[in-house]
Every structure is written in C-alpha cells, then in structure tokens.
C-alpha cells in the first residue's frame, strides 16, 4: 500500500511538475478586447541596418521583402494598453516547421537581434511574438500553429500593400504621400480605420485591427490619427539599398505578385 502512495504522489508531482513548466497562467491579465495586426515597412525598417546575418531578411538583396511584412497579431485592451506574457509557454520551431516558406516571405526578422523571451532568456523573432503576444491571445488561440496559421491568413486576406499599390502609392525616396489619402485607401477597401505609425517622415508600421471573430474594426489609435505626433501630414514609403550596393527598389506588387 506504502509503495502504491509513493507511485502516486510521484506520478502526481512529475505532473505538476511538468504543467508548471508550460503553462502558469497570469491571472491579473484580464482577456484582451481586440487583435491587432501590425505590419512593418521594410524599407523603412531595413534603412537602419548596419550589419548584416542569415536571418536578417533585409540583407536578401534581391530576394529581400518588398511588400509590407508581419510584425505580429498583438490581443489589445479597448483602454489602449495591452497584455503580455501570459501564461509560459517556451516556443517550439518544429510545431510550426510546415509553415515556414510563408513564415520566412511574410513574417521575417528585418534584424540580427535576438529579442527577449517572456522568461529572460534570448530568442528569435517569432519565438518572442509567441510568448509576449500569443499566449494572451486565449480564448482564440491555445496553441503556436493556429496562431501563426491565422495570422498568415489574415495578412494575405487583407493585402494593405496591394491596396496602396491600387491606389498609387508606390515606393519612392522622392514622393510625399498624403497620410489622410493613405488612410482613406484602406477605409474604402476594408471599411475600417487603421493606425499608422511613422519614423521621421516615413510610415513605420500599419495596423488592421480585429474582433476576436477577425471581423475588421477600427484601431483604437486610429481615433487619435489627426494628431499623432508620429506623422507628419504628408509621409513617404522609402526604397531600400541594401549593404553590400546591389540596387533592391522596394517596391508595390501586382495583385497575383501579392499571392
């Protein structure tokens, strides 16, 4: 009987054991209100880099991003502010190994950093989005594969490149863009009112925001776009010259490009 007690609380503590270490759910987190799909300018972005590395999407050359990329799907509160690190859940590459061709074009690392994990270590890009943003993202989401699956998914769905390419904003180190004009492309392609966040002058990110059933909703930062201190009222999409002097124009892809 002593020896069956023993197996049983040994069995029970391994268990415990191992659920700890995947999941310790925050309970001061409240559940999000909204996602958040952040996408990045590359050639913004890549305009600062100064060295180059292998998973660094910006030292491509040719073969670099020219179309706006995943940032992340981020779950947002309604107040503005935002949850993170929710509950331990270490990331796995092998659990989204069948998604990589299209993690590696539309979700790539436009940097050599390793970002910080929810657990003070160093990992990669994706990794950091997963921990940070994903493990909040409960109800919706239990796992890294249908995070990252949906969120492809809802990229190619709501291409933001394609529209500005269809309303004539193309990639260009000498043309200013009206911001409101920007605005209004993709209000009258997605009947919803994005975010729009700038680095000196050029756009930066844009962000399409969601319900939790990714039915469009306007951003909360959209409420305050007039004014964003970010933007300036005319803004440019810059082209990128990669490092090593191999001419790379980024530029606006046809629709079936975009596909």
């Known amino acids: 009987m002593a020896s069956r007690i023993c197996l049983l609380l040994l069995v029970v503590f391994l268990a415990g054991a191992f659920a700890g270490d995947v999941i310790e759910v925050n309970k001061s987190q409240r559940e999000f209100d909204y996602f958040a799909l952040s996408l990045q300018w590359p050639g913004t972005y890549c305009r600062g880099t100064r060295h180059c590395c292998s998973k660094n999407a910006c030292c491509r050359g040719s073969d670099a991003p020219t179309q706006f990329t995943i940032h992340g799907l981020w779950p947002d509160y309604n107040d503005g502010s935002w949850p993170s690190c929710c509950y331990r859940s270490d990331f796995k590459e092998k659990e989204i190994s069948t998604l990589m061709d299209g993690l590696e074009k539309y979700w790539p690392s436009l940097s050599c950093g390793s970002p910080s994990s929810c657990n ?90 969601f319900y939790k059933d990714f ?31 191999e001419a790379m124009v980024l530029k606006m892809p046809t629709e079936r490009e975009a596909l």
């Open 120 to 209: 003070g270590g160093k990992g990669s890009f994706w990794g950091h989005e997963w921990e940070k943003h994903g493990t909040c993202s409960s109800p919706v989401f239990h796992d890294e594969y249908n995070y990252f699956l949906t969120t492809l998914n809802i990229y190619l769905k709501y291409n933001v490149t394609d529209v500005l390419y269809q309303a004539g904003y193309a990639a260009s180190n000498s043309e200013k863009y009206p911001l409101g004009g920007i605005v209004t492309a993709i209000q009258n392609a997605f009947h919803i009112t994005p975010e729009v966040v700038c680095k000196k002058g050029a756009i930066d990110e844009i962000r399409i925001c």
């Open 215 to 245: 039915k469009p909703r306007d951003c909360v930062g959209s409420k305050e776009l007039t004014s964003r201190k970010s933007c300036p009222q005319y803004v440019s999409l810059p082209e990128y010259t990669p490092l090593d002097g």
